[in-house]
C-alpha cells in the first residue's frame, strides 16, 4: 500500500512539473526557446526592417542579432559592420531592443519582435528585428 502511495504520488508531481514546464516554455522555431516569456541568450538569424528617418530608406534584411538578458545587444551585417550597446567609436547611441512576443489565437508564441534605434548627428535610424 505505501509503495502505491508513493509511487502515485512520484506520478503526480512528475505530471505536475512536466504541465508548469510547458506552460512556460515555447519553442517559436526549432532554434529559439522561450522560457517564462524570455528569448534564451545568444545569436539568432532574424530579419531586420531597416528605416532611416533622414532620408526616407527603407530596406529589409536576414541578419545575425545577438541577444543577452532578453534583449538584442547587437545587430550583424555580415559585411564586418555592427551596430551594438556600450561603447562604439562611430559616435551613435543604441537604445532599445526589448522583447515583445507575438502570440497566435491560442497564446502560443510565433515570434519575437523588439526594436533598436541608432542616434548619432546625421540622425536616427531605427532597425526592427523579428526573430520567429
Known amino acids: 500500500m505505501k509503495k502505491t502511495i508513493v509511487l502515485f504520488g512520484l506520478l503526480f508531481v512528475g505530471l505536475v512539473s512536466m504541465n508548469l514546464f510547458a506552460e512556460n516554455h515555447h519553442a517559436i522555431d ?4 522561450i522560457v517564462n516569456s524570455k528569448i534564451s541568450d545568444g545569436w539568432y538569424n532574424s530579419t531586420v526592417s ?3 528617418y ?17 534583449r538584442v545587444v547587437k545587430i550583424d551585417f555580415g559585411n564586418g559592420g555592427s551596430v551594438h ?3 562604439n567609436n562611430e559616435g551613435y547611441t543604441y537604445t532599445g531592443g526589448f522583447f515583445t512576443f507575438e502570440k497566435d489565437f491560442y ?6 519582435t523588439a ?3 541608432i542616434t548619432n548627428a546625421s540622425g536616427t535610424r531605427t532597425y526592427k528585428v523579428r526573430i520567429g
Do not use: M, P, Q, R
Open 50 to 52: 531597416y528605416h532611416n
Open 107 to 112: 497564446g502560443n508564441i510565433t515570434a519575437a
Open 115 to 117: 526594436s533598436v534605434s
Open 85 to 87: 550597446t556600450g561603447f
Open 30 to 33: 526549432k532554434n529559439i526557446v
Open 54 to 70: 533622414n532620408t526616407g530608406t527603407e530596406s529589409k534584411y536576414t541578419l545575425d542579432v545577438k541577444v543577452e538578458s532578453d
